[in-house]
């Protein structure tokens, strides 16, 4: 059974930093493209950033140049580095694995960030 289970998330100040985990078991994450989403109160879920298969990255442009994502295929997980946090990064974060007609999501970690 596949599974994605993020984790990380938490209350943080404006500025501070997160590092979200994407860990996934019962298939290997570097066959998957990982997208990380991410859904404020009220609103639809939005693409944040993702990573491809072959490494290749793309980022909200309100979130370029403060988060990275990267993987680990030793530890079959992919992390969401958040740094320079503001309010409106306050969310849902899900992580979604997608192969072909194949998609699997995580249970959502919750980030909000104020002062």
């Known amino acids: 059974q596949v599974q994605l289970e993020e984790s990380g998330g938490g209350d943080v100040q404006p500025g501070g930093s997160l590092r979200l985990s994407c860990a996934a078991s019962?298939?290997?994450?570097?066959?998957?493209?990982i997208t990380w989403y991410r859904q404020a109160p009220g609103k639809q879920r939005d693409l944040v950033a993702l990573i491809t298969s072959a490494g290749g990255t793309n980022y909200k442009d309100s979130v370029k140049g403060r988060f990275t994502i990267s993987r680990d295929n030793a530890n079959n997980t992919v992390y969401l580095q958040m740094n320079s946090l503001k309010t409106e990064d306050t969310g849902v974060y899900y992580c979604?694995?997608?192969?072909?007609?194949?998609?699997?999501w995580g249970q959502g970690t919750q980030v909000t960030v104020s002062s």
């Open positions: 019962g298939i290997s994450a570097s066959i998957l493209h």
């Open positions: 979604n694995g997608n192969r072909g007609l194949k998609d699997y």
